[in-house]
């Protein structure tokens, strides 16, 4: 059901401000044998589209539910202010941060998205768990009554995954305004510098700060690894409760050569983030780094011999 837009949220969803895309990191354009459609499959608004000249957005159409955004696996696709870093450094700011929308009162949140679809990927739910280890609440009040509605089973979908891949999480699911735990953050000057001082020591601004070091990517050629991914990888190092081995085997894409492969290398080529890589050995099969390894299919559709099969671990729950 698509519910009319009206108020704050009609203003804020300016068609001015819809989603872009990053042709040279989208798989589809990087390899012609990926057909890859999760953007288009996601977006209730058939805003984007595969044409002649490529990817295409109407920006006419975009309602702005970063549905797309979590979907794509390389992060080919940005909302213009989007930053993670610094929505996280936002966050670790409060002591129980609310995390809202938009479209919704100033009242109700300490920082926002444009709309909390976003937050359907179960890896950037995982990110907010890690790095907001002492609670967080996500404002979902307004999302019924909202246009983006849709949005609303996916994001309960990648919640309901952090049980079991960060056990013990404080990422609350706020749905019902009577349990919305808002703190506005009007202090005196004195007040402001005591709890300057201890947000500056609490879990979720050394965990941010711990993200800042370093946090320049290091391409391996044209590759990289999407913001996420990196910001996560740094996460689990930072982390006391982190398990790596969990987090990466129910999160992370994972490869398996068959005895069809040829070691043409085609893969270690068309491979968007450097996951596999050449074998120094002659005649040994590629090396592979499930770390780096994002889902994207490129190389099982590259190959012309089915020498590589593609798992995908990192499915959303959008239908
Ligand atoms: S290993 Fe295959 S599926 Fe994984 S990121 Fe590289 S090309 Fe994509």
Redesign the pocket.
């Known amino acids: 059901m698509i519910v009319p837009l009206s108020g704050y949220a009609l203003k804020t969803l300016a068609p001015e401000t819809a989603v872009t895309v990053d042709r040279s990191r989208c798989?589809r354009h990087r390899c012609t044998a990926n057909r890859c459609t999760k953007c288009m499959d996601i977006c209730p608004m058939d805003t984007i589209s595969w044409g002649q000249g490529g990817l295409h957005i109407n920006t006419g159409t975009c309602t702005q539910c970063l549905a797309c955004l979590s979907v794509c696996?390389t992060a080919a696709l940005s909302f213009p202010g989007l930053s993670l870093p610094r929505l996280l450094s936002d966050l670790a700011n409060h002591p129980l941060p609310v995390l809202g929308c938009k479209g919704q009162p100033d009242t109700d949140a300490h920082a926002r998205l444009s709309c909390l679809g976003y937050l359907a990927h179960p890896e950037v739910m995982v990110l907010f768990a890690l790095v907001i280890p002492d609670g967080l609440h996500i404002n979902l009040t307004a999302c019924s009554e909202c246009a983006n509605s849709h949005i609303l089973d996916s994001v309960v979908a990648a919640h309901d995954r952090l049980k079991d891949i960060v056990p013990g999480h404080a990422v609350r699911l706020i749905q019902n305004r009577e349990e919305l735990e808002y703190q506005a953050p009007s202090l005196s000057r004195r007040q402001f510098f005591t709890l300057f001082r201890e947000r500056s020591a609490s879990a979720a601004a050394v965990m941010v700060r711990r993200l800042q070091d370093g946090a320049e990517q290091q391409p391996y050629g044209n590759k990289r690894v999407p913001a996420t991914r990196a910001l996560l990888l740094k996460a689990i190092e930072a982390s006391p409760v982190a398990n790596y081995r969990t987090i990466r085997d129910q999160l992370f894409?994972k490869?398996s050569f068959t005895s069809d492969c040829t070691r043409s290398k085609r893969?270690v080529g068309?491979?968007?983030?450097?996951?596999?890589q050449s074998s120094d050995a002659n005649g040994k099969l590629p090396v592979?780094d499930q770390t780096?390894?994002?889902?994207?299919?490129?190389?099982?559709s590259?190959c012309r011999n089915r020498g590589?099969l593609?798992l995908d671990n990192n499915r959303t729950a959008f239908k």
């Not at 068309?270 to 596999?276: L, N, Q, R, S």
């Not at 780096?292 to 099982?300: D, G």
């Open positions: 798989v696996p894409g490869i893969c068309v491979c968007p983030t450097g996951a596999i592979f780096l390894c994002i889902s994207c299919y490129s190389c099982q590259f590589v593609v």
